[in-house]
């Protein structure tokens, strides 16, 4: 295999300074000269910088998801090992994830110390997750060419950004894809891909031009231009097929039979998220909500079911010291006489130790007349209880109480829980916010929930906040047959930042990839319904005491996303696997 010594690239741009056209060179020449001449820093933070404006709220930010990353590339060319590189990514990375995230320490007056802490780790840390394919392509690059290399980036950025989402410690915020929030007609395809899809044409995009770019030199003027038409086909193509395609999908959807509905009341109290989590009495915040349900109704729409926003109900009124407050809130729904659908914490005791996980919580059983130890028969030692607090979502119906609950599975990274606990259970304790929910227990996996309504019983998808940033997750809560789907969120600890505008419009990739309508409820906002093609409407205002109730649409057809999954990411990465063992085998051949 030829080797390629790295300062070569380096005298490529640098020494023949990408001499496009000797004679009477065009304007959008020059522009390119400049560009590929910039200073490396400069390279880096354009980078930086593209990449931070690419996501919500910026409405054009879906320009820049395709062409983020061709600074990067440049300066690359540059790089005379993987330190180098390692250096210079991370740099891009860090001011990409700080105009992006910055918002998640919250910031606000009484925010809490160890959330601001969590926020300045994200940003410094989940750069390092965009690194590792960055060196590895390097490492290709240099050892064969920019063609293969490049390749080898859009396989693997792509399948890596799965394999990121399946950890504990995942923050999938920024995979690529969510860029074109805004682009509808572009992302209709994704029910066939998932989000994957549209990280791989804007890392085709991205590669494409940095190799248009790289490429213009001299040398092989004529097979380069050659080269440059059929490059810049397949990138119009990676454009105007997806527009076609989302056409053609959202003219065939406007045709398409009448199909059930139901009527659906998101609850918005705008309770203060700090102060809920100090007082000890919930049922404060529960007639809150039941009243705000109750002004829905007199407004003469009487809904088939109520949604209620994640932790309306702050205390876990499942647990048997808690009687009272669950006997009220039950009486509330008996008096509305309709369905109610909220986020809560669920208190549950684990049947044995063998049911319960590394890092439940656990207590010595007491006698309630003595206050002693019980002593287990027969092994003469206390008797051990193992329990989890859950943040929950639960099925409330009139005259029942609770029909369903579904545990969240997939928590924040520290906020919520601290990644791979299970391991080191004892970090539990030291490290818990005052607020006193970064213990939460992790539920065993997505199931669909029962809701009865008035003359039926349908499913329903229930994600609990972050979970909606997950294809998968959402994909499984399908796959177990669910009608429609739902979002409780807090994020009134982000008031006023980009945080819960980005949340809002990461849902309408759910309901594209599989099809579903979303029903979202949020504590302080944002609350919003969004039709199966990724339309979002009723939405409320942040900071906003309200309700909305609109009709949604039920479906029990399964896209190819949903009925394969994550089929995309997994081919990248085989392909690209396949590309390191093809040069590998070439490698071994050629010193034979």
Known sequence: MRQHH???????????KINIVNQNPSTINRILQKVLNLPTWALLGLTGLILGLAYPPNVLGGLFGGIGLIPLLIALERATGWPQTLRWSYGSFVIFSGITTWWVGSWQSNADPWL?????LLILIHPFFF?????????????????????????LWTGGEYLHALTDASYPWLTLGNTQTYNLYYIQFIEYTGIWGVSLLMMIQNCLLAW?????????????????????????????????????????????????RITVTIVQPNQNPWDKWQKNDPID???????????????????????????????????????????????????????VMTGFPDYVVHPSKEEASASSRRDTILDPQTRKPVIDSRTGKPQVRYWDYYNSIGVFAPGTGIVDSYHKSQLVPFGERIPFVDLAPFLIDMLSWDVGISAWGKGKGPHALLVPLKNDTIRAGAMVCF???????????????ADFLTIVTNDGWYLGTPGPLQHERYALLRAIETRRSIARAANTGISCFVTPEGRIFGETEEGERTTRTETIVLRDDKTLYVRFGDWLPILCLIGAGGIVLIGLLRKKKSQE
């Open 131 to 155: 690194c590792v394919p960055i060196i590895l392509y390097r490492e290709v690059r240099r050892r064969t060419s920019l063609a293969i290399g490049l390749s080898f980036l859009v396989l």
């Open 467 to 481: 979970e909606s940033v997950y294809p998968n997750i959402v994909r499984q809560f399908v796959v177990d047959g």
């Open 116 to 120: 601001m802490t969590s926020s300045i």
């Open 212 to 260: 248009l770019l790289i490429s213009l030199t001299e040398e092989n003027k004529k097979s380069r231009t050659k080269q440059g038409i059929a490059v810049t086909t397949t990138l119009v193509a990676t454009i105007m097929l997806p527009y076609i395609h989302g056409l053609l999908s959202l003219a065939s959807t406007q045709k398409s039979p009448d199909p059930s």
């Open 285 to 339: 915040h529960i007639i809150d909500n039941n009243s705000l349900s109750f002004e829905a109704i007199k407004t003469g729409i009487r809904p088939d079911m109520f949604l209620w926003a994640e932790t309306a109900i702050p205390k876990p009124i499942t647990h048997p010291n808690m009687t009272h407050e669950r006997n009220r809130f039950y009486g509330m729904v008996d008096s509305l006489g309709i369905t």
């Open 6 to 16: 790295p300062v070569r690239f380096h005298q490529v741009i640098i020494n023949k």
